[in-house]
């Protein structure tokens, strides 16, 4: 069966990085596109970008440009956001997803979410 | 950005009763509108796809309408385990984007 296991939870100083790694089983790792989803506590949902784990391509959102970088390792079916230059703002749970077919942008397959939380 | 507004912010019902949650997209999207669920501590939880589509497991009670900008999830009969917190999600334009959620608690 399809899993996405994300890394724990993360306490960061403000200006740090976090590093969010998310293991996919069950399918084939290069055949569907990996998104990152973050949520701050009792808030809505944020699409934050996508990462093709074939080919290595990204796209983000324009909120997080120049902020976040998601790559892959494709020898263990992971993939992985980094985000610098953490804020306050920035306390949320972090979502990988896959998408319900390959390409698209509907999440079907979402990991069980990561913790950040930045705090001086 | 397509902005999507969902309404009511809260919907108080009692099991059984049926449920209408609306979905309002401030530019037409077709018909690429998902609808999620979420409960706490959870991920949320693919319900619909493509406006109308159930995913696959969801049950039958669960059926999304509309097309352009206007959508409804409907839920024919209120299960005690329905309450939460329903998304409903764009794709037609980039970026992909959510509404704000539509919270479902038991009156």
């Known amino acids: 069966q399809v899993q996405l296991v994300q890394s724990g939870a993360e306490v960061k100083k403000p200006g740090a990085s976090v590093k969010v790694s998310c293991k996919a089983s069950?399918?084939?790792?290069?055949?569907?596109?990996i998104n990152w989803v973050r949520q701050a506590t009792g808030q809505g949902l944020e699409w934050m970008g996508w990462?093709?784990?074939?080919?290595?391509?990204?796209g983000y959102a324009q909120k997080f440009q120049g902020r976040v970088t998601m790559t892959r390792n494709t020898s263990i079916s992971t993939a992985y956001m980094e985000l610098s230059s953490l804020r306050s703002e920035d306390t949320a749970v972090y979502y990988c997803a896959r998408p319900l077919h390959p390409g698209d942008y509907y999440f079907d397959y979402w990991g069980q979410g990561t913790l950040v939380t930045v705090s001086s | 950005e397509i902005v999507l507004t969902q309404s009511p912010a809260t919907l108080s019902l009692s099991p059984g009763e049926r449920a209408t949650l609306s979905c309002r997209a401030s530019?037409?999207?077709?018909?690429?509108l998902a609808w999620y669920q979420q409960k706490p501590g959870q991920a949320p939880r693919l319900l619909i796809y493509d406006a109308s589509n159930r995913a696959t497991g969801i049950p039958a009670r669960f059926s999304g309408s509309g097309s352009g900008t206007d959508f409804t999830l409907t839920i024919s009969s209120l299960e005690p385990e329905d309450f939460a917190v329903y998304y409903c999600q764009q794709r037609s334009n980039w970026p992909p984007s959510f509404g704000q959620g539509t919270r479902l608690e038991i009156k």
């Open positions: 069950g399918y084939t790792f290069t055949s569907y596109d």
């Open positions: 530019q037409s999207v077709s018909s690429y």
């Open positions: 990462m093709n784990p074939n080919s290595g391509n990204t």
